[in-house]
C-alpha cells in the first residue's frame, strides 16, 4: 500500500476508535436534552407522571456507564492513537473527539448487533437466518475435511463474526471478510478476547424509546457473550478473518473458494451485477454459493453514491447469464437486529438460494 | 391572526404547494441519477441485464408524469402564488423554486397515503385501522342522531380524510383537524373534487427499488379514488375540516365532543402528556377517547425539538391520573401507508382503547 492510502486508512481507522470512546459523552449529552426536556414540563404535568423523571435519568446514566465499561474493552489497545494532556488537577485529558452523528448511531447499532450474533437473546434470530445456511453446509458438505484439506467457505459481510465462527466450528476452513472498523473491532473482541460467558452486561436498548410498552423493555440488561467462542472452538480448526472490501480483496482470488456465504450482504453493493460476478470467480468450478438475505440496497437514496438496484426476477436473471444453475430458491423470513420490541415488528422475506458454478466452467 | 404571522402562514403554504409543483423536476432528477448509474456500467455487465434499462427509465418518466398530471389538479388552485415569465418562444415559464429534501420526500409520501386511504388496494390495510375504530363507535353510539341533534366527532390528525368521511357517513358530526398542508391539501381534492371513481391512476411505488421481488410491483398502477366521497355521504351529512395545530386549535374548545378519534395520531405530540389533557377537557362530561396507533414518537431524534417520550405503561398511567376510565384496552396488529412490498414487512402493534370522562368531572 502507498504512503498516502496508508495515511488515510490509519485516520479512518482512528476516527472509528474516536466514535468509541465518545460513547460516552455522546450518551450522555442525548441524556441531558431529555432530562431538559422534562424540566421544561408543568409542575402538573410532571406530577402526572407514574414515576418521577429523575429517576428515568439516573438509570439512563447507569446504563451508559456500562455499556461504556464493555466499549472501552473493545478499543483500549488503541488508546495511543489519541494524544492525552495532563491536567494541573492531574488528570488526564484525551484530545478532543470529532464524531459525525452517522459514527455516533454505528457505536448504537454495534450494540444491538452485539445481541443478534453474541447474546442467548439472539438465538430465535439466529435460528431464523444462520441455521437454514449452517443445515445447508451440513447437506451439500457432509464431510468438511476430506484425506485432511478442508472445504473453505468464506462469508463476506462477516459483522460481529458468529456465522463465520460457526461455519468454522462445523469442521470447515471459514474465511470472514469485512469492511466496517466498527464491525472489525467488535468481532476481533468476540472472537479473541472474551474470556468467558456472559462476561459483560450491557443495555442496548437505551437510546429508543419509541414503541416500548413497559419501561423496563428499554433497560433490558444483555449479558454477552452466550459462550465462549476460545473454548468452544476444536483446537485443529482454521478460522481466519480479512479486513476490507469485498471486491476489492476477492476479485484477485480466482477459482480459490469451494464455498461462498453471503447473508444480508448482497445489498451492500454499489454494483450488484459486479459481486455476483466476483462472486463467480472467485469459486472454483463445481464451487457453490449460498445466499440469505433481502435486497435493501445500502446505497439506494446516499445522494450520488453508485447505486444499482435490481429486482429479484432480474437479479436471479443475472445470476443465471453469468453462469451459475441455481439449485434451490425459496424465501424465508427473516428480522435483523431486531429489538424484540412487542410494539414493532420488521421483518424481511429474505431470499434463501444455493447456485452452482458449473463444473466445466 | 396578526399580519406578520399570517405572512409567515402564507410563505410556509407557498413552499408546500411548491414541493408539489416541483414533483416533476425533483423525479426527473432522481431518475437521471439511475439512468447515469446504468450507463457507467461497463458493456458486459449491461449485457447481462433481462431487460435493457432504458426500458426501466422511459417507464419510469411515463410514470412520473402521470403522478404529475394528478399532483397538478390538487394544487392548480394556487399558481397564483408563483410568477409566471413569458419566455421569448412565447412558452411560460414559473419561477424558480427551492424545496428541502424533506418536502420532496413528503409529496412521494403524499402518494403512497392516498394508497391507504382512497384505493382499492388500501382496504385491507384500512380494514386493520379505521374499522375496528367504527366498530367500537357503532357500539357506543348505536344512535349517532338523537332528537336532531348529532353525536360530534373530532379526529386529530385527519390525514387524507378517509377515516373522517367514513365517521360522518355513519351519521355523526364529524370534523377532522389537520396540521400538515400536504394532506390538507390532498384531503380537501379528495373530499371535495374528485368526480368520480377511478378517476386517477398514480403509481406510488416508482421511487423506492430495495426489496423488489418482481420489477412489474414498482410500476403498479393504483387508481382513486375506490369511491366517489360526494356521491356516497348523505345529503344531511356533517363533515368538516379544520387546519391548524391540535392543541392551538382545541385547547379553547371545553367540553365539546362527545367523541374525540385518534388513529396513529397520540406519537405526533411534543409532548403527549398535553394532548391527553387537551382531549380531556375537550370532551364533555361522559364524552369517550378512542385511541388506536403505535408509540412512534415523531420528535424523538429530531435534534433540539421537545419530545417526552412515554411507554405505553407510563401513558396509561398519566390516562388515568388525568381522570379518564380506560373501558377498553387491547392490542391489534396494523399496518401503516405499507407498500404491499411482499419482501418486507413493517407492522406496528397498535394500542387500541376506550376511555371515558367520567359523568360527574
Same mark, same amino acid.
Given at each position: 500500500m502507498e504512503d498516502v492510502q496508508l495515511d488515510e486508512e490509519q485516520k479512518h481507522f482512528?476516527?472509528?476508535?474516536?466514535?468509541?470512546?465518545?460513547?460516552q459523552v455522546d450518551s450522555l449529552r442525548d441524556i441531558a436534552r431529555m432530562e431538559k426536556n422534562f424540566r421544561s414540563l408543568k409542575e402538573k404535568h410532571l406530577d402526572l407522571l407514574p414515576v418521577p423523571y429523575t429517576e428515568r435519568i439516573s438509570k439512563l446514566i447507569d446504563c451508559?456507564?456500562?455499556?461504556?465499561?464493555?466499549?472501552?474493552?473493545?478499543?483500549?489497545?488503541?488508546?495511543?492513537?489519541?494524544?492525552?494532556?495532563?491536567?494541573?488537577?492531574?488528570?488526564?485529558?484525551i484530545e478532543a473527539l470529532d464524531v459525525p452523528y452517522k459514527n455516533v448511531s454505528k457505536v448504537r447499532s454495534t450494540l444491538r448487533q452485539l445481541v443478534r450474533d453474541?447474546?442467548?437473546?439472539?438465538?430465535?434470530?439466529?435460528n431464523m437466518c444462520y441455521k437454514p445456511i449452517l443445515d445447508e453446509l451440513n447437506r451439500l458438505y457432509p464431510h468438511p475435511c476430506v484425506n485432511d484439506s478442508r472445504i473453505s467457505v468464506l462469508t463476506p459481510g462477516s459483522g460481529l463474526g458468529r456465522l463465520?465462527?460457526?461455519?468454522?466450528?462445523?469442521g470447515f476452513k471459514s474465511q470472514g471478510n469485512e469492511f466496517s472498523y466498527f464491525m472489525l473491532l467488535a468481532s476481533d473482541f468476540m472472537?479473541?478476547?472474551?474470556?468467558?460467558?456472559?462476561?459483560?452486561? !450491557?443495555?442496548?436498548? $437505551?437510546?429508543?424509546?419509541? &414503541?416500548? #410498552?413497559?419501561?423496563?423493555?428499554?433497560?433490558?440488561?444483555?449479558?454477552?457473550?452466550?459462550?465462549?467462542?476460545?473454548?468452544?472452538l476444536p483446537?485443529?480448526?482454521?478460522?481466519?478473518?480479512?479486513?476490507?472490501?469485498?471486491?476489492?480483496?476477492?476479485?484477485?482470488?480466482?477459482?480459490?473458494?469451494?464455498c461462498i456465504v453471503t447473508c444480508f450482504f448482497m445489498d451492500t453493493a454499489n454494483n !450488484?451485477?459486479?459481486? $455476483?460476478?466476483?462472486?463467480? &470467480?472467485? #469459486?472454483?468450478?463445481?464451487?457453490t454459493w449460498i445466499n440469505f438475505g433481502p435486497l435493501l440496497y445500502h446505497y439506494a437514496d446516499m445522494g450520488d453514491a453508485m447505486s444499482i438496484e435490481l429486482s429479484w426476477e432480474e437479479f436471479k436473471e443475472v445470476v443465471r447469464r453469468i453462469g451459475f444453475i441455481i439449485s434451490k430458491e425459496q424465501f424465508n423470513e427473516s428480522v435483523y437486529a431486531s429489538d424484540v420490541n412487542p410494539m414493532l415488528k420488521i421483518s424481511y422475506n429474505c431470499i434463501f438460494f444455493t447456485a452452482v458454478k458449473p463444473l466445466d466452467s
Open positions: 482512528k476516527s472509528i476508535c474516536a466514535a468509541f470512546f465518545n460513547y451508559v456507564n456500562k455499556n461504556f465499561f464493555f466499549i472501552v474493552h473493545i478499543v483500549h489497545p488503541h488508546n495511543d492513537l489519541f494524544k492525552c494532556t495532563k491536567m494541573p488537577d492531574g488528570k488526564l485529558q453474541w447474546s442467548k437473546e439472539g438465538q430465535e434470530e439466529r463465520t465462527y460457526e461455519i468454522a466450528k462445523l472472537l479473541n478476547k472474551a474470556d468467558h460467558i456472559e462476561q459483560y452486561p !450491557i443495555h442496548p436498548f $437505551i437510546h429508543d424509546f419509541t &414503541n416500548v #410498552l413497559n419501561t423496563s423493555e428499554v433497560f433490558k440488561e444483555i449479558l454477552i457473550p452466550d459462550i465462549c467462542p476460545s473454548d468452544e483446537p485443529d480448526s482454521d478460522l481466519s478473518m480479512v479486513a476490507g472490501e469485498f471486491v476489492e480483496v476477492y476479485s484477485k482470488q480466482v477459482a480459490s473458494w469451494d !450488484i451485477i459486479e459481486y $455476483i460476478e466476483v462472486i463467480y &470467480n472467485a #469459486l472454483v468450478p463445481g464451487g
